[in-house]
């Protein structure tokens, strides 16, 4: 095991980044050596850190880890010059889609490093503590399916639950959508009301369909939509599921109580109790919330994260300890 880890990142100066330095500054194990952007070269985000430089600038040699919170596509082009030595933590959507030609449906951009997205590893932390210490390129989720995935997969995977009909209704602080939102969004009050957008085919369902279909080993396609709200951060993802025989509401809170019992990150609430994002905010905890309804088959659960942390820069890092044998919960309580 490695006494620390020298680190780079790319784009620093995003929302991402700045989660990123903020947990990364008071890890223990980790040395920022590098951060990096298109804009500010040789400027200073704080005093205690190196001067923002260009990713051409780094001397890979002295590199352990690079997190890269980077457009999709960019990702790739520094995989590809990356050395053996320096692990990939990519934030980006360019590893989590297995099939190139998806990537190129769902993000409209051809894959240019097909030869490695063998080499890489998509984890949701709870479900890959086993496998990330062997990967060159670990992919973290997006913020939405990190929601959706972590009281899901105990379900499909226990084969309790009905999964054709699967419906999910996601709330997220416009921070998820980037400094950009209103340019990315022309909605008329857009950061003064709640909107709809990618209804029926946001690029995040290939993802979902993905890892659900990858555990249930048959294919699953959910009903997912997702709003912007108007706040600044956190996710609360609402699950419908249909239950499979006898099984009510009470036991599906047990099955997802069970499954994540040493999981440290993850918080399952009171039986029937509705949450919000208030309690995850600027953490790397998971809340959920499984509640019954009127009919015994019918069960809701409620998920919420902050979409910057545990839906991004948390994960990033929490994958990071996994993999190289830290304390999982190194930088980030």
Known sequence: MKESLNIAIAEATGYVGVELIKILIK????????????????????????????????????????????????????????????????????????????????????HHCKELIKRSIYSVTEFQKKNLNQQKIIS???????????????????????????????????????????????????????????????RHLAEIDQELSNVSKKKIEVFFTPHLIPMFRGILSTIYIETIGNIDAKKIYNFIKIYHKKNIFIKVEKFNKPIGTGGVINTNYCHISICKTRKKNKVIIISAIDNLIKGASGQAVQNMNIAFNFKESLGLT
């Not at 051409?56 to 352990?64: C, M």
């Not at 399916?145 to 009909?165: A, E, M, R």
Request: net charge positive; hydrophobic share 35%; with cysteine.
């Open 27 to 110: 890890h223990p194990k980790a040395n920022i050596k590098y951060v990096c952007a298109t804009k500010s070269i040789g400027k200073k985000i704080k005093s205690n850190l190196p001067k923002i430089s260009k990713i051409e600038n780094i001397d890979w040699k002295i590199v352990d880890v690079i997190f890269t919170a980077l457009p999709n596509g960019e990702a790739q082009k520094i995989a590809k010059i990356l050395p053996d030595n320096v692990k990939l933590m990519d934030l980006s959507a360019d590893f989590r889609l297995k099939d190139s030609k998806l990537y190129k449906k769902w993000y409209g951009i051809n």
């Open 140 to 202: 973290c989720p997006g913020c939405y399916p990190t929601s959706i995935q972590l009281p899901l997969i105990p379900l499909i995977k226990k084969n309790v639950i009905n999964i054709k009909n699967i419906i999910i209704d996601s709330k997220s602080g416009y921070s998820g959508a980037g400094k950009n939102v209103k340019k990315k969004f022309k909605y008329k009050n857009l950061l003064n009301s709640v909107s709809a957008y990618g209804v029926g085919f946001h």
